[in-house]
Each structure stands twice: as C-alpha cells, then as structure tokens.
Nanobody, 123 residues
Framework: QVRLVESGGGLVQTGGDLRLSCVFS????????AAWFRQAPGKEREYVAG????????WPADSVKGRFTISRDNAKNTMWLQMNSLKPEDTAVYYC????????????????WGQGTQVTVSS
C-alpha cells in the first residue's frame, strides 16, 4: 500500500523560506513521478510543481517559478519542496502526490496523496 506523508509546514513571515518534505513508502519510489499541489481556503486544489521519475526534469507552475524548487532522492524515498520568498498568497495546505502513470498537471492524474501540511504566510 503506497503511503505519502508530508511535513515541514508552519507559519512564516512574508519573504521567508520553508522546506516541505514528502516521505514515500509501500513501493519503489523511483517508479513514481510525483508532484506538489496546494489548496487555499475556499479555492480548488492547484498544481504547484512536478518531477520526473529520476528527478532530472521538473515542471513548476508559473506562479511559483523562480521561488519554489522541487527535488527528490529516490534512495531516501523522499521528495522536497523548497519554498523561498514566500508571499501571503502562498498560504494553503500543501499536498504531495504520486502515480505510476507519468508526470501530469491535473489532480485527477495522481492516485496517491498525502494528508497535507499547512503553510501560512503572514503579511
């Protein structure tokens, strides 16, 4: 049974940094492209960044390009989201997701999800 567990969220001031982690278990992590999504209060869940099986290719959303970096270490079964220069509009619950089928930008393309970690950016 594949399981994803996020950590690293918290409260940070505008301009601050946070690093989220996602630990994968229940399979071979290198078989799964993965991604981060987020959901702000009253809004739909949105794509943040995706990463290929090996980590050689990443696809950040335009809204976070240049500020957020997605990475993974398959030997550690872990994926990260380094978030720099945070803004109040980055406030959301952040989720990691994985699926064997391949990298994608849509929520429906991912079968496995973590429980989420709250990120709050104060102004």
């Amino acid at each position: 049974q594949v399981r994803l567990v996020e950590s690293g969220g918290g409260l940070v001031q505008t301009g601050g940094d946070l690093r989220l982690s996602c630990v994968f278990s229940g399979g071979k992590f290198s078989d799964y492209p993965a991604a981060w999504f987020r959901q702000a209060p009253g809004k739909e869940r949105e794509y943040v960044a995706g990463i290929s099986w090996t980590g050689d290719h990443t696809w950040p959303a335009d809204s976070v390009k240049g500020r957020f970096t997605i990475s993974r270490d398959n030997a550690k079964n872990t994926m990260w989201l380094q978030m720099n220069s945070l803004k109040p509009e980055d406030t959301a619950v952040y989720y990691c997701a994985a699926d064997r089928a391949g990298p994608g930008f849509l929520e429906s393309e991912y079968k496995y999800w973590g429980q989420g970690t709250q990120v709050t950016v104060s102004s």
